[in-house]
């Protein structure tokens, strides 16, 4: 990690201030509080339902807070409107939990969305980088396959194609692994860090993959009723003598939180 | 429950209608605000217009064909008993142009067209395929719904127009081929009694249904609820809305057109 810090200035990419945002009766954010660091991987883990989607939706500006501020590449978020979102959203890749690919295009047109509708790009340039990006996700050869007839790992990694076709600087995974068997989730982080270094992306990933996730994270952020309880590297988190904490992991190494599955 | 709790409900409630209609009409709003608006898709709009009409036509075609039969078969009694058979076309046309043919086919569009479109944009928002498109930042009104909204005005007076044609026909069938009413002067008493006016009439109808359905269908798949049966309520709510307010226009706009 410490190579990464001097590449990177150990700038933070996200400053995320006592972000509070709640749905009804309900405080789901309840003062987050959270740096995540510019070339590094941050990763977000937490019991199903503790807020860790709204928190990434905050984060791409899908949701408003109610309090708190965000700070994207030194630019505080939480006030911008109109074409300025647009502005920091194009830095932003982003992969949903469930996906989100377009049901009526081909894996190839899902891919290429964001630069036939966002991009001038000659059509041949634009083939060319679907193509690759693609290949380094391995789907090669599945292009004219529509997301139906895809398994639920390859729709994650054409999503995740999806996610990095237009070079984000950040990129925001909601989930990547989720449902996958271990050796398709090994697959799966190992493709995020080379990508990750690759292009020197800030990756936010929210994951149920504990403990094996952290294996690929330079940090870790426990998010327990609407606050971050827990938040720095993986040595320091997984040293802490937190008994939420340890009993967070061992409900997981049990298997005891099946929901997760769900996704 | 005591008095004031009552007022204080009945006050949330007038509250909630009133906000609900207000972002019911901001859907509208800005559909119609982002149509004007580059960049401009025409490619979008062109396939909107092409799966209503690819799934509506058919049925549109097998309803006016029967709408028709029924006039005919009706109009013949009625004209029959009075000595004026050669009324029959005229009788028809005007029925149908002025009145049916909009209402019906709107019906029609509605229970296809609009309830797959509901479907459609609801398993959209079921599976963050909305949300895709705004981190991508694209907007997902101008995108997904301004070229349903104008499609409706575009492909709701053509098919209004098919059936008309094709009713006026199919009263033909039955009053004139089958029951012996004059052939001659069916289709002149409409080519002489049918007058602008009344074309325009329907013509405009069908345009207010064209926006009233797909704005209702749009609004209702575009908010469905992220549940299991969230796609299926929006389904069916689009369909029973749309229809109560075709009628209900149809009422409002007979009344000032007339
Ligand atoms: N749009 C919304 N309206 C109302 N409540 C919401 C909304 N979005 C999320 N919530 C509530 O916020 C809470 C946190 O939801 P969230 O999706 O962030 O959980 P999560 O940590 O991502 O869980 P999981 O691991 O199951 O994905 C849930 O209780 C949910 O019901
Ligand atoms: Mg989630």
Redo the contacts with the bound molecule.
Sequence with gaps: MSELQTNHDGANAIKVRDLRRR??H?Q?LDGVTLDMPAGQITTIV????????????HLNLL?RPDSGQIVIDNVDVTKLRGTAVDAVREKIGMLF?AGALFDSLSVFDNVAFPLVEKTNLPRTEIEQRVLETLRSVGLDGMEHKYPSELSGGMQKRAALARALVRRPKILML??PT?GLDPSRTRAIHELIRHTQENFQLTVVM?S?DVPAVFEVSDRVAF?HRGKTHLNGTVAEVMAADDEIFKHFLAGKASGAEN??L?? | MSIVEMIERLGALVLDGIARLGTFSLFLISALFYAIMPPYKPRLLIRQISSIGAESLFLIVLIATFTGMVLGLQGYNALHRFGSDTALGTVVALILVRELGPVLAALMIAARAGSAMAAELGSMQATEQIDALTVMAINPIQYLVSPRVLAGVISFPLLTSIFDVIAIWGGYLVGVKLLGAPSGPYFNGIATNLSGHDIMTGLYKALVFGVVVMWVCCYKGYNAE?MATGVSRATTQAVVLSSVLILAWDYFLTSILL
């Design positions: 749905f009804d309900q789901v937490g019991p199903s339902g503790s807020g860790k989607t709204v928190l990434l939706k949701l939990q909601d989930e989720t929210v149920h998010l929901e997760a769900a996704g | 992220r």
